[in-house]
């Protein structure tokens, strides 16, 4: 059987750093937009974080793509 993988949406994480605390580690929150679409190309959602980087007030840790495949079997 072959298998097939139907893509469903995807989110957009921006983890933000915040500061230090008392005990010197680092305070970090993560932004999410949900519901992305999955036929969006990496190098486009890319120039969409980019841009809402640009925004923040906090510096930036990371940013991730996380993307939902469901599998199925033909």
Do not use: C, W
Not at 17 to 26: A, Y
Not at 50 to 57: I, K, P, W
Not at 68 to 74: L, P
């Amino acid at each position: 059987m072959a298998l097939v993988l139907n893509h469903l949406d995807s989110r957009l994480q921006i983890q933000l750093h915040l500061g230090v605390n008392e005990e010197g580690r680092d305070i970090t929150r993560t932004k999410t937009f949900n519901r992305i679409k999955s036929d969006v190309n990496d190098e486009d959602l890319y120039e969409v974080a980019s841009a809402l980087v640009d925004l923040q007030e906090h510096p930036v840790v990371a940013i991730r793509r996380s993307s939902n495949v469901e599998y199925d079997e033909e």
